[in-house]
């Protein structure tokens, strides 16, 4: 159905694609003292606290959360060895897709590098076990009396790490490869990063990423030389490449 507003198309019809996993297990990282966030977090996922209906009503995804694989550490400062250890010290059943709500007890802003890098070592770690992830700031949960309002944004990422598609443009489809290619500078290191993404269709369903570094434009050139084969391999209807640049 159509809307042209997404949330309200979102939230009166459903999302426009559901995730193709079956099963799906939700479990929590948390400081052992962030308990009662994690229980917050669950009952708004559950439906259970008013301004948001939860997950399953609001994006159709079934809310199991497993707590044999909840995690919890002792250390606010330096989490990371005891993430380390006890996530690779989990199995996870792989044909259950899981996905962790990480509570991080450090600010994105930080100023101890070492900290700041928690986050993405942590994400790296999961994405290795094949675990997407969410991460939540607690001080926003406790001290926000609209937080609900950003349970909507929270549920329509966690759809899209999941492989749904919350809901895409009233276009006819075309099959076309789009390839969006993007210039960042590490700060920290002082070195700058080429990145392309490739999509294989008009929807702007994620197929694709890589990265090089700024002196790699014939690598660069190579990768999308190689998706335009791939994308003809498959699609012998091919109708334009389409190459956007953002710096």
């Known amino acids: 159905k159509l809307h042209h507003v997404p949330y309200y198309g ?3 019809n459903g999302p426009f ?3 193709p996993s079956s099963k799906i297990h939700f479990f929590f990282i948390l400081h052992k003292d962030d308990r009662e966030v994690a229980t ?4 708004y996922f559950n ?4 301004g948001f209906r939860g997950l399953s009503k609001f994006i159709h995804t079934p809310y199991h959360p497993d707590k044999e694989l909840a995690i919890y550490f002792k250390d606010r400062d330096n989490p990371w060895p005891e993430l380390y250890d006890q996530i690779n010290n989990k199995d996870f059943d792989t044909d259950i897709q899981h996905i962790a709500i990480y509570i991080t007890p450090i600010s994105k802003n930080v100023p101890v590098k070492s900290q700041r890098l928690v986050y993405y070592k942590l994400k790296e770690l999961l994405l290795k076990k094949g675990v997407s992830s969410q991460v939540i700031d607690p001080d926003k949960v406790i001290t926000n009396d609209k937080y609900h309002f950003s349970l909507p944004n929270i549920a329509i990422a966690i759809l899209a790490k999941l492989n ?3 809901w895409r443009l009233d276009t006819k489809l075309k099959n076309e490869l789009i390839v969006g290619v993007g210039a960042f500078k590490h700060t920290e290191v002082d070195i700058q990063y080429i990145g392309s993404a490739f999509s294989f269709s008009n929807t702007g369903k994620f197929n694709r990423f890589e990265c090089f570094q700024k002196d790699q434009t014939k690598e660069l050139a190579g990768s999308i030389l190689r998706a335009v084969k791939d994308y ?4 012998t209807g091919i109708r334009r490449l389409v190459i956007h640049f953002y710096k």
């Open 40 to 43: 917050k977090i669950h009952n």
């Open 17 to 19: 694609e559901l995730s």
């Open 47 to 50: 439906g259970k606290l008013n």
């Open 164 to 166: 749904g598609t919350p």
């Open 10 to 12: 979102i939230t009166e």
């Open 232 to 235: 003809v391999n498959v699609n």
